[in-house]
């Protein structure tokens, strides 16, 4: 435990201690938060990576306003120290950062966990949109963006996160498929698909997560066993089988995409809506 002398220490959490080591080691990277973080302890805290100040000061004075946290690093290595010393709720990433590229970044995060990842660039073409997603980025926005616009992705991207599907309700509705893991029975269209348990179990986790990256690690540590340590091969043996199921085309899927060296992702309801 590291004696901070921060006033009202004593009554912070641990990962708020480890925080005002990072503040004593760099002030700078605190600029951001007001005077009276101690009241707002419960804040979603969010990571804003970007290196012009010309729209990383605004949004997070308005990221503040709306209740959240906001912590600014401004390189790629400051984000991924900041990421993992700061434990925050949600990262908001730019694509373009002076010392690498926000998809490397992007990438380094989700290999190091599930944390929800909300990619910012100036370009806007499908394939930048594909790509950010491929890497396991949870949403995407394109720059210029508005405040509003931002923070309202981001109040989604965290209510998917930890909203009903992430939780323990029973059914589990995306598109027209309905998962029930209280009866663990899977209907299609209304048609019960027969699945194997670990299928069943596969497609529940990936389905609780819809929308967002689920790791291998953590589909072996789920479905398999939680001590698992090695090969992977099982889970795309199973997941060959699981998408044959559903009727899913890997090359162009439907339910199931591969986030390649990473995972996979369930399509979120907005994208089966289509
Ligand atoms: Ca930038």
Known sequence: MVDTGFQGGGKQGKSRGKTMVKRRENPDEWRVRGPYSEAVDARPRILFVEDERSISEPFSHALEREGFEAVVAQTAAEALRLADTL????????????????????????????????????????????????????????????????????????????????????????????????????????????????????????VERAGRVVRRETLMSEVWDENWFGSTKTLDTHMGWLRRKLGDDPASPRFIHTVRGVGFRFAAPEELAK
């Open 87 to 206: 434990d925050p709720a949600l990262v908001l990433l730019d694509l373009m950062l002076p010392d690498g590229d926000g998809r490397d970044v992007c990438r380094e995060l989700r290999r190091r966990s599930d944390r929800p990842i909300i990619m910012l660039t100036a370009r806007g073409t499908e394939t930048d949109r594909i790509v950010g997603l491929e890497l396991g980025a949870d949403d995407y926005v394109v720059k210029p963006f508005s405040g509003p616009e931002v923070i309202a992705r981001i109040r989604a991207v965290l209510r998917r996160t930890s909203g009903p599907n992430g939780g323990k309700e029973s059914v589990i509705r995306v598109g027209e498929l309905e998962v029930d893991r209280g009866a663990r029975r899977v209907t299609l269209d209304g048609d019960e698909l027969e699945l194997s348990r670990k299928e069943f179990d596969l497609l529940a986790a990936l």
